[in-house]
């Protein structure tokens, strides 16, 4: 029922910058809490960025500065903005989202997240 889908991955060189999409069909966006997961090769998909319905938002320490999370309810739209990559960053980085908010949403647990897009490749150059 709902479809994510993302867009805007690439090959990057160090310190240039992406911005991610995902569109979201099939429910209410507004209804929906929203998180942006990444996967290494052969490791478990971890927690990037997140915003509530409301939009609050959630970031692994290691993209904050950097990287920023929104949301576009007239459109449908998720967005991160990603600045000043890093090699470390390389990753399929996942649209996904929940009908969990307060305090039944765990944003940082991967698990979290009932609905998943088919994933960006992004990869940082050095």
């Known amino acids: 029922q709902v479809m994510l889908g993302e867009s805007g991955g690439g090959l990057v060189e160090a310190g240039d910058s992406l911005k991610l999409s995902c569109v979201v069909s099939?429910?209410?966006?507004?209804?929906?809490?929203m998180g942006w997961i990444r996967q290494f090769p052969g490791k478990a998909r971890t927690f990037v960025a997140a915003?509530?319905?409301?939009?609050?938002?959630y970031y692994l320490d290691s993209v904050k500065g950097r990287f920023t999370i929104s949301r576009d309810d007239a459109k449908n739209t998720l967005y991160l903005q990603m600045n000043s990559l890093k090699p470390e960053d390389t990753a399929v980085y996942y649209c996904a989202a929940t009908e969990k908010d307060g305090r039944d949403w765990f944003p940082s647990a991967a698990d979290e997240y009932e609905y998943w897009g088919q994933g960006t490749q992004v990869t940082v150059s050095t």
């Open positions: 099939g429910r209410t966006f507004s209804s929906l809490s």
């Open positions: 915003i509530s319905r409301t939009g609050s938002t």
